[in-house]
C-alpha cells in the first residue's frame, strides 16, 4: 500500500441511500488511508476499550478532555506491534503509523475487519450485528453464532453455491422506510476463522444495500442428527441478539438497547440446530433453502 492510498469500501458508496447521513457532506466511496512518522498515544487519555484481540492487545480511545466524547475529537485505535490509527469523524482521512511486525496484510486487515467498523459505529452511520451474511432472492439472509460457531463456515459454502456475499463476519444495519437493511463490507471471507487473516477475496460481492429477509442463529452439536428449525418470540430474540452485538460502545447503548428490540419485533429469528461435520454442509444448505421456500409460501 502507497504512503497515500484510496481505499475503495463498500460500507461507505451506498450511504447515500440513506435519508440522513452522519458523514461529512464530501463523503465519497473511498477512504485516504495516509501513512505517517508518528502517533503519540499520550495525547489519547480517554480510553474506551482495552482488550485482547486476535491474540493482540488493543486500544480505542480518543482526546477528549470531558466526559462528553460526542463532541469533536481524534480517535486511535492502537494494534500491539503492528499498526496505530489515528483520524477524525468529521473527515475521510485514516493516518496510520508503522510498528515492529507492520506488513501490507496486517495493515489491510485491522483497517478492513477493524478500524473501519469502529468508524463507522462510532459516527453513528451504521449499527452493527456479528453475522455472516449473503444475498437470496436479492434480500440479505443472516447466519448468527459465537466466534468460531459456524457462521463463517456456512456462509462461505453458499458462497460457492452461487450467493453473493455481504460480509462474512460484521454486518452494517440502518433503518429506511419501516425495513432493515444490511449493508456490504468488503470482499473478503474467512471462512476458518485463522487469527489475522484477510481471507479469500470473492468477486461476487452485494454492491446495494439490500433488505434484511431472515436472522438464523446457529446452535452447532456433534449430537444432532438432522437440522432443525425453532422460530423464536419475544424475550428470547431479543437475548439472541444481544449476544450478536457487535461495536456496542458504552456511550452508544441507549441508541444500541432500542435499535435490537426493533431489530427483534420486525424480523423472524429462527434457532437453527445443524450437524457439527463439514461433510454435510449441503445437507444444512438445502435445508435452509427448503425453509426459505416455506417461509415465502407463509408470506
Not at 447521513?21 to 480510553?47: A, G, Y
Request: proline fraction near 3%; avoid cysteine; charged fraction near 20%.
Amino acid at each position: 500500500m502507497r504512503s497515500q492510498e484510496k481505499i475503495y469500501n463498500f460500507y461507505l458508496i451506498f450511504s447515500s441511500f440513506l435519508s440522513e447521513k452522519n458523514l461529512p457532506s464530501s463523503t465519497s466511496d473511498s477512504f485516504i488511508i495516509r501513512e505517517v512518522e508518528e502517533i503519540n498515544l499520550r495525547h489519547f487519555h480517554n480510553q474506551l476499550t482495552y482488550k485482547n484481540n486476535h491474540n493482540r492487545n488493543v486500544l480505542l480511545a480518543n482526546d477528549s478532555i470531558s466526559d462528553d466524547i460526542m463532541q469533536k475529537v481524534n480517535w486511535v485505535l492502537y494494534v500491539e506491534d503492528v499498526v496505530s490509527f489515528r483520524w477524525s469523524l468529521d473527515t475521510q482521512i485514516i493516518f496510520y503509523h508503522k510498528l515492529d511486525q507492520f506488513s501490507e496484510e496486517l495493515l489491510k486487515f485491522w483497517l478492513y475487519h477493524i478500524t473501519m467498523p469502529v468508524y463507522l459505529s462510532l459516527a453513528k452511520v451504521y449499527k452493527f450485528l456479528h453475522t455472516g451474511a449473503v444475498e437470496f432472492e436479492n434480500e440479505a439472509l443472516l447466519f448468527m453464532a459465537p466466534s468460531f460457531g459456524g457462521k463463517s463456515t456456512l456462509t462461505s459454502y453458499f458462497l460457492k453455491k452461487g450467493h453473493a456475499l455481504i460480509t462474512d463476519d460484521k454486518l452494517g444495519v440502518f433503518k429506511k422506510d419501516n425495513t432493515f437493511w444490511g449493508v456490504s463490507s468488503h470482499s473478503y471471507s474467512r471462512p476458518y476463522r485463522q487469527m489475522e487473516v484477510l481471507g479469500q477475496k470473492w468477486m461476487s460481492i452485494v454492491k446495494n444495500p439490500l433488505p434484511i429477509k431472515v436472522i438464523y442463529i446457529l446452535d452447532r452439536n456433534d449430537s444432532y442428527d438432522s437440522t432443525l428449525f425453532k422460530e423464536l418470540y419475544g424475550v428470547e430474540k431479543f437475548q439472541h441478539l444481544h449476544q450478536g452485538a457487535e461495536m456496542n460502545f458504552s456511550h452508544l447503548v441507549k441508541e444500541y438497547i432500542p435499535f435490537l428490540a426493533a431489530v427483534a419485533n420486525s424480523l423472524p429469528i429462527f434457532m437453527i440446530s445443524i450437524p457439527n461435520d463439514l461433510n454435510r454442509l449441503e445437507e444444512v444448505y438445502n435445508s435452509i433453502i427448503n425453509h426459505l421456500s416455506e417461509l415465502k409460501e407463509r408470506g
